[in-house]
């Protein structure tokens, strides 16, 4: 199955910004669903933004649109988030997942995935 590894995070004044990288080995990942999500102490994952195959559809949380952007390089099976105007909100661990799929129900929603990464952590001041 798909093993996936995020990179680029760190702390970053707000307003600024950060790409967090998520490379896939032990499958093409460009077949599949992938998301990003977040946690921060003491609530629930969140999805923040996902793109599907089918329709090339990408999706956003409220929260993050607009200041978000999820692309892909399949040359590379990586897929990026790249993180603008930073909030002291957006402070959380970072996941990417895939569900292993051309499609989810709810793109958004944790529980539709089943491969994840370790996180990457993400401070805004």
């Known amino acids: 199955h798909v093993q996936l590894v995020e990179s680029g995070g760190g702390s970053v004044q707000a307003g600024g910004s950060l790409t967090l990288s998520c490379a896939a080995s032990?499958?093409?990942?460009?077949?599949?669903?992938m998301g990003w999500f977040r946690q921060a102490p003491g609530k629930e994952r969140e999805g923040v933004a996902t793109?599907?195959?089918?329709?090339?559809?990408?999706y956003y949380s409220d929260s993050v649109k607009g200041r978000f952007t999820i692309s892909q390089d399949n040359a590379k099976n990586t897929r990026y988030l790249q993180m603008d105007t930073l909030k002291p909100e957006d402070t959380a661990m970072y996941y990417c997942?895939?569900?292993?799929?051309?499609?989810?129900?709810?793109?958004?929603?944790?529980?539709?995935?089943?491969?994840w990464g370790q996180g990457t952590q993400v401070t805004v001041s």
């Open positions: 032990g499958d093409t990942y460009s077949n599949y669903c």
């Open positions: 793109f599907c195959p089918v329709g090339k559809a990408s």
């Open positions: 997942a895939t569900n292993g799929a051309l499609w989810a129900v709810n793109p958004l929603i944790p529980d539709e995935y089943k491969y």
